[in-house]
């Protein structure tokens, strides 16, 4: 009886679902699902009739008191329009503003899973599985800090991979246009588990190293199928950092007193040993991981740099040429404008 009455509840909120999208969704998309929600807005899967593809909608969430599209709203449109069209960012299909109802749909391309459900829909991934996987996410940072863009959210849910193994970066809600010299920017950026140190600590003109930490802490999570800072505040998210890195001084980390929430009566945490932290994994992933993860952004390998590390020697020419020939092209294109 309880049984039918929990399937029951769950029917009727699938129908729930399915009525509100109808409603909330243009006439030109037919309304399959609702896949996701959180404080942009609600993303659906949809079909577009004009198409006959399955796309994802967003509609993103509009301040009913203020006229026109937010800034952030055109900032994350113009950012998608320059990297869409790269195979590792997932396409923007199509903007659809109704001016008269005060709506703003973002429309994409539909792709199966994000990385955190696919990880736990494939309980089995192969080491080439996991190269595979992280020389797209790389390549696809790649396209975006060529031209200056910091995504910062890299984590699994905003990493979205296909049945045939196809990685697409997503959710460009948070990124910025990185400027030399930088500009003050916010720090509350980046899922917690996911933060690098420099942004916990408050530095307000942070680089492009920020996304690299986000993707070690993906490339761990790949490997080990765990996330590897769990913490639940910002002061139990450094205090992990350091308890693996040691707490820094002025001698071991350049530039910590422009950490302005960094405190000289931190505990004093001694460095642990990689080779026993990270003893399941093979020596290169060891290695490129722990530059990866470096605890000051200057010591942080580039992306340019990690797809060049032996790590990836493994995969073939034609592995890597595929993702890095249409790279290579595009990169070329934007400096001869």
Same mark, same amino acid.
């Given at each position: 009886?309880?049984?039918?009455?929990?399937?029951?509840?769950?029917?009727?909120?699938?129908?729930?679902? #399915?009525?509100?999208?109808?409603?909330?969704? *243009?006439?030109?998309?037919?309304?399959?699902?609702?896949?996701?929600?959180?404080?942009?807005?609600? /993303?659906?899967?949809?079909?577009?009739?004009?198409?006959?593809?399955?796309? =994802?909608? #967003? !509609?993103?969430?509009?301040?009913?008191?203020?006229?026109?599209?937010?800034?952030? =709203?055109?900032?994350?449109?113009?950012?998608? #329009?320059?990297?869409?069209?790269?195979?590792?960012? /997932?396409?923007?299909?199509? /903007?659809?503003?109704?001016?008269?109802?005060?709506?703003?749909?973002?429309?994409?391309?539909?792709?199966?899973?994000?990385?955190? !459900?696919?990880?736990? %829909?494939? #309980?089995?991934? %192969? @080491?080439?599985?996991?190269?595979?996987?992280?020389?797209?996410?790389?390549?696809?940072?790649?396209?975006?800090?060529?031209?200056?863009? $910091?995504?910062?959210?890299?984590?699994?849910?905003? $990493?979205?991979?296909?049945?045939?193994?196809?990685?697409?970066? =997503?959710?460009?809600?948070?990124?910025?246009?990185?400027?030399?010299?930088?500009?003050?920017?916010?720090?509350? /950026?980046?899922?917690?588990?996911?933060?690098?140190?420099?942004?916990?600590?408050?530095?307000?003109?942070?680089?492009?190293?920020?996304?690299?930490?986000?993707?070690?802490?993906?490339?761990?999570?790949?490997?080990? !199928?765990?996330?590897?800072? $769990?913490?639940?505040?910002?002061?139990?998210?450094?205090?992990?950092?350091?308890?693996?890195?040691?707490? *820094?001084?002025?001698?071991?980390?350049?530039?910590?007193?422009?950490?302005?929430?960094? !405190?000289? %009566?931190?505990?004093?945490?001694? =460095?642990?040993?990689?080779?026993?932290?990270?003893?399941?994994?093979?020596?290169?992933?060891?290695?490129?991981?722990?530059?990866?993860?470096?605890?000051?952004?200057?010591?942080?390998?580039?992306?340019?740099?990690?797809?060049?590390? *032996?790590?990836?020697?493994?995969?073939?020419?034609?592995?890597?040429?595929?993702?890095? @020939?249409?790279? %290579?092209?595009?990169?070329?294109?934007?400096?001869?404008?």
């Amino acid at each position: 009886m309880a049984t039918n009455i929990l399937q029951s509840q769950v029917s009727l909120g699938h129908q729930e679902d #399915k009525k509100q999208c109808f409603n909330e969704i *243009p006439d030109r998309f037919k309304c399959l699902q609702k896949i996701g929600e959180g404080t942009y807005g609600i /993303v659906y899967k949809g079909f577009d009739t004009q198409t006959n593809t399955q796309v =994802a909608i #967003k !509609k993103v969430k509009l301040d009913q008191e203020q006229e026109g599209i937010p800034q952030s =709203a055109l900032r994350e449109i113009c950012i998608l #329009k320059d990297l869409s069209d790269h195979q590792n960012i /997932v396409k923007l299909r199509d /903007v659809i503003y109704q001016i008269e109802e005060s709506k703003l749909f973002l429309v994409f391309e539909y792709v199966d899973y994000d990385l955190k !459900k696919y990880l736990e %829909t494939m #309980k089995h991934l %192969t @080491q080439h599985d996991i190269k595979l996987i992280m020389y797209q996410l790389l390549n696809g940072l790649d396209f975006c800090h060529q031209r200056r863009i $910091i995504h910062r959210d890299i984590k699994p849910q905003n $990493i979205l991979i296909d049945k045939a193994g196809n990685v697409k970066i =997503a959710d460009f809600g948070l990124a910025k246009t990185f400027q030399v010299p930088s500009k003050t920017l916010t720090h509350e /950026v980046e899922t917690l588990w996911y933060r690098p140190p420099e942004i916990l600590l408050g530095v307000k003109t942070y680089s492009l190293a920020i996304d690299m930490w986000s993707i070690g802490c993906v490339f761990y999570e790949l490997m080990e !199928k765990k996330p590897l800072f $769990i913490s639940d505040s910002e002061i139990e998210a450094i205090f992990k950092i350091f308890q693996f890195h040691g707490t *820094p001084n002025s001698e071991t980390f350049q530039g910590l007193e422009d950490y302005p929430y960094f !405190k000289s %009566t931190f505990p004093r945490f001694h =460095a642990q040993d990689p080779f026993i932290v990270f003893k399941n994994l093979e020596n290169d992933a060891r290695d490129l991981l722990m530059q990866m993860i470096a605890l000051n952004p200057l010591d942080r390998i580039s992306v340019k740099q990690a797809l060049l590390h *032996p790590y990836f020697d493994s995969l073939t020419e034609s592995e890597k040429t595929a993702y890095n @020939q249409y790279n %290579t092209n595009q990169y070329m294109k934007f400096f001869s404008i």
